[in-house]
T-cell receptor, first 110, second 114 residues
Framework: QKEVEQDPGPLSVPEGAIVSLNCTYS??????FMWYRQYSRKGPELLMY????GNKEDGRFTAQVDKSSKYISLFIRDSQPSDSATYLC??????????FGTGTKLQVIP | DTAVSQTPKYLVTQMGNDKSIKCEQN?????MYWYKQDSKKFLKIMFS???????INETVPNRFSPKSPDKAHLNLHINSLELGDSAVYFC?????????????FGPGTRLTVL
């Protein structure tokens, strides 16, 4: 079993839809949870990160962590065509290396 | 102003050759990384350096040798290239080891081994 599992998609939604992207993990030592966005043929860029359980909101993006279920989500409200990208969840514990999910490819159709 | 830059952007070479990829960051960060992203988009860390010191060395064949001449540069040399080395290699940096959440990635080097 991989440490971090992510549905690869692709996920295709109409513009304006609410998007839910999810990851599960098995390592209970993970404390920090990140979401990166990667446009085609570009490097990943950090969207947001959270520490421990709870929600964090940044504009149209909300990150949610449920440590008891080892489950994290990223919600995108009012999705835009410019949100079309691959979304990578990532996590780490302490000073350990960051472990990435395999990414979910999202397409937002105008 | 490019924060993390890599050269070359594309690299096509024959099996058995030796090649290098260079990375530079102008963010003043202490920590730099090399990642390999395969065709399924799986991003896996290979090496991490902090102030020129090797911190993370994942299970990577010893054909791969990183070198950090100073904390702004982290190069990757690959000997005896194999077909399975074909991937996109990303360099990244973070302010320090405690802030590995916030990594800044370069544009990637697409390596194709024929």
């Amino acid at each position: 079993q991989k440490e971090v599992e992510q549905d690869p998609g692709p996920l295709s939604v109409p513009e304006g839809a609410i998007v839910s992207l999810n990851c599960t993990y098995s390592n209970s030592a993970f404390q920090y949870f990140m979401w990166y966005r990667q446009y085609s043929r570009k490097g990943p860029e950090l969207l947001m990160y959270t520490y421990s359980s709870g929600n964090k909101e940044d504009g149209r993006f909300t990150a949610q962590v449920d440590k008891s279920s080892k489950y994290i989500s990223l919600f995108i409200r009012d999705s835009q065509p410019s949100d079309s990208a691959t979304y990578l969840c990532a996590m780490r514990g302490g000073y350990q290396k960051v472990t990435f999910g395999t990414g979910t490819k999202l397409q937002v159709i105008p | 102003d490019t924060a993390v830059s890599q050269t070359p952007k594309y690299l096509v070479t024959q099996m058995g050759n030796d090649k290098s990829i260079k990375c530079e960051q102008n963010l003043g960060h202490d920590t730099m990384y090399w990642y390999k992203q395969d065709s399924k988009k799986f991003l896996k860390i290979m090496f991490s350096y902090n102030n020129k010191e090797l911190i993370i060395n994942e299970t990577v064949p010893n054909r791969f040798s990183p070198k950090s001449p100073d904390k702004a540069h982290l190069n990757l040399h690959i000997n005896s290239l194999e077909l399975g080395d074909s991937a996109v290699y990303f360099c990244a940096s973070s302010q320090d080891l405690g802030r590995t959440n916030e990594q800044f990635f370069g544009p990637g080097t697409r390596l194709t081994v024929l």
